[in-house]
């Protein structure tokens, strides 16, 4: 890869050769702005080196304004490279996305750069020919705090850019190495490699010629910084500005402390010369130029720059999908480019239209009802229509009895909120019967996503009592993998609020003994499956009840879900005999067989009859 990046060096010797009318100063756009799109892998153990989506935006920030030399890195010095970092907006199947994504793996605290590149690189990769990777992890062992391969990488497996997470979280001093890194992908070397050699500066030390000859690899006082080599006037030509005064040019200088592709104190970096953006430009208008095509700019979502916005693409979501009468609802605009305008319309609801970013609607009828919205820029506009999107129910009673062996109930609602895998109907196990419901962890590691699957809303205004249960099956992928969870919670009020009434994680939630890394956990006896079972009661006479299953997975093993059930629990009364006594059949009604508890107060002798009335 090195020899291919000298190679491109001398190849490109000519466009960066001031005496050459085809030099690359004259090919660039006065004021042109080059957009390259941008996915940052976050590696990180579950504990240590998960950085957060603002955390990385805040970093990808600090690099754009370090590259735009501005406010934050003394803009009296260095220049503006033109090049702009945009956090992709579509994934390589063009799916909505941050431009970034999650991976927990243990390598991330323990990841050693000489044998550890290719494996993490494995973990998360998409089209290095149409995107700048970044990978943060949490450690990297010995003294390195990040580094990157340069063009002559490009679009291979190993292409891209690693750093420690610290280093992309959005502190000015510390996103200096990322910065450096950066340098590196667009072709920079260091401006101490080659040492003082300088007959031909666009050959010689680091092939550039105003970064002055640097023979150190341990930096000095950023105020006083040290003169490592008295070749600088060498080479006599137009090329080189520090030729001697007496050529018109500055002379020897000291060593260039503030260039970013220095070695020695954060703290002084603030600079990229005139001639380091020219390599940079000239390596994404050559060598990296897939990277920068309008096609893939458009098909990552980053073909408009920030002065003039992309035409919006408008997408919704709603917090319920399934409500009762009466009910209000929340509407969260999803839409990528920014947008100035909204404009909705919900069929059925109250109010009907609406010009808020997020608004509320109320819905006081049964039925299915579409919602519309429309943003709008100085772009463009979008529209998107769902129909039968809203769908207001009248809650029924009791029981309920899914086993999973067709298609997933209508009036039972998925919430994916990353898009990628989610619950799903499988036969290829199951408790009972010949299919189950499965959350695969294993096969869609996005890691601390929230997947959710709701029941039917329920009626127990007529029940004095109520019980939940549910087969489940789970082993832990391994002793680093332990935060898969799954969660249930119970709304007495149609969704509105919540209440977490079972959870378990990790090795209380396996089912099975022993670690399984390698393949995906498919359960193969009943032995393998536990049952849980929840008294309900507290939410006896409510008319709005709902029930959900929450799976947080941690890129560790699927979850297995059968059997789901509630019953209902109605009082009877007793006999007008003068005793103290109670009854109840559960469940009511029922199908294939009931229980009935009685409770005396009196030791008496006691028959009863059940009529099917």
């Known amino acids: 890869i090195r020899a291919r990046h000298a190679a491109w060096l001398r190849e490109t010797r000519d466009l960066r050769d001031v005496n050459n009318p085809d030099n690359q100063l004259s090919k660039i756009e006065a004021n042109a702005i080059y957009r390259v799109p941008l996915v940052v892998h976050v590696i990180h153990d579950g504990a240590n080196g998960n950085l957060t989506d603002a955390e990385v935006q805040a970093g990808v920030a600090l690099l754009n304004e370090a590259f735009a030399n501005g406010q934050n890195f003394n803009p009296s010095r260095g220049v503006d490279v033109e090049i702009e970092f945009c956090l992709a907006e579509r994934d390589p199947m063009g799916n909505v996305s941050t431009g970034i994504v999650r991976t927990n793996d243990p390598i991330s605290s323990t990841f050693n750069k000489d044998t550890d590149d290719g494996t993490i690189k494995n973990l998360s990769r998409w089209d290095p020919t149409r995107y700048v990777h970044i990978y943060t992890v949490a450690n990297i062992q010995g003294s390195v705090a ?6 002559g990488a490009h679009g291979s497996s190993v292409d891209g850019i690693v750093v420690e997470a610290a280093y992309m979280k959005g502190f000015v001093h510390d996103i ?4 450096h890194e950066m340098g590196h992908y667009l072709g920079l070397r260091h401006t101490w490699q080659g040492g003082c050699t300088n007959n031909d500066c666009l050959m010689d030390g680091d092939g550039i010629c105003d970064t002055p000859p640097d023979n150190s690899q341990t930096g000095s006082p950023c105020a006083t910084p040290a003169n490592t080599c008295q070749t600088d006037d060498d080479d006599l030509s137009a090329n080189n500005p520090f030729r001697p005064i007496a050529n018109g040019g500055l002379g020897d200088q000291p060593d260039l402390e503030a260039d970013y592709m220095d070695y020695g104190d954060l703290n002084c970096y603030e600079v990229f010369t005139q001639g380091q953006k020219d390599v940079m430009i000239a390596s994404l208008t050559n060598i990296r130029s897939s990277l920068i095509t309008p096609q ?7 073909q408009c720059d920030l002065a003039l916005p992309c035409t919006p693409i408008a997408r919704f979501e709603a917090d319920e999908s399934y409500i009762c009468p009466g009910q209000m609802v929340h509407f969260r605009d999803l839409s990528s480019g920014p947008a100035t305008s909204w404009s909705w319309f919900f069929q059925g609801g109250s109010p009907s239209t609406s010009t808020a970013q997020n608004p509320v609607a109320t819905y006081a009828s049964s039925g ?3 919602v519309t919205l429309t943003i709008s820029n100085g772009a463009g506009n979008d529209t998107e229509t769902i ?29 994916n909120e990353d898009g990628g895998g989610t619950w799903a109907v499988t036969d290829t196990t199951a408790h009972t019967g010949n299919q189950c419901l499965t959350m695969d962890n294993f096969n869609f590691p996005s890691d601390g996503s929230t997947d959710e699957l709701s029941t039917r809303i329920v009626d127990l205004s007529a029940f004095t009592a109520a019980d939940f249960s549910f087969d489940y099956a789970y082993q832990r992928h391994s002793f680093a993998f332990t935060y898969d969870t799954l969660s249930v919670f119970i709304s007495s009020d149609c969704g509105t609020n919540w209440n977490m009434v079972w959870s378990k994680g990790g090795p209380i939630l396996s089912t099975v003994t022993g670690n399984n890394f390698f393949s995906r956990f498919v359960p193969t006896s009943t032995s393998d499956w536990d049952h849980a079972n929840l008294d309900m009661s507290a939410y006896a006479g409510a008319s709005g009840v709902k029930i959900k299953f929450q799976n947080i997975g941690h890129s560790g093993q699927s979850v297995y879900l059968d059997n789901v059930n509630m019953s209902g629990v109605v009082g009877t009364d007793g006999p007008s005999n003068g005793l103290d006594w109670r009854m ?3 469940p009511n009604p029922f199908r294939d067989h009931f229980q009935v508890n009685y409770t005396l107060r009196t030791k008496t002798s006691v028959r009863f009859s059940l009529y099917d009335v």
């Open 387 to 415: 129909t039968s999107y809203i769908n207001v129910v009248n809650p029924g009673p009791p029981p309920i009895a899914e086993g999973f062996e067709s298609t997933l109930p209508l009036d039972w609602v998925v919430s």
């Open 146 to 151: 990040g580094y990157a391969y340069l063009p």
């Open 368 to 370: 299915a009802f579409e």
């Open 176 to 179: 200096k190495v990322t910065v």
């Open 584 to 586: 109840q059949t559960a």
């Open 296 to 302: 893939n700019l458009a098909s990552t979502g980053c």
